[in-house]
């Protein structure tokens, strides 16, 4: 894959909501790692102090209704009602679980 498409990936993947900063689903993350999200999951719950709010944050209800209705990619896989709330990872987020994860 190219570099320049390689970004343009990433960039598709960033989202923006008032009141947070620019982030990416763990879903997509786990994506880029070539891991699964609950392994991006497992490792934010054991290494709390590494993911402060600023890094990682659980996704609010109504943020999550909103991505299901403007994000149509991401479909029925962010939350079905009976998992838990997606996590977001800013850019520090994202570069700690390079850190973190054993991939």
């Given at each position: ?31 880029f ?59 520090e ?11």
């Amino acid at each position: 894959m190219s570099t320049e498409l390689a970004i343009q990936e990433v960039q598709s993947c960033i989202i923006t909501f008032l009141k947070r900063p620019p982030f990416m689903l763990a879903q997509s993350l786990a994506n880029f790692y070539e891991t699964e999200s609950k392994y991006i999951n497992r490792a934010v719950e054991r290494n709390p102090r590494r993911f402060p709010p600023d890094f990682c944050f659980k996704l609010t209800l109504d943020e999550v209704k909103i991505l299901k209705e403007n994000w149509c990619q991401f479909g029925t896989k962010i939350y079905a009602g009976t998992q838990k709330l997606p996590y977001g990872f800013t850019r520090e987020g994202a570069n700690m679980l390079s850190a973190v994860l054993h991939t």
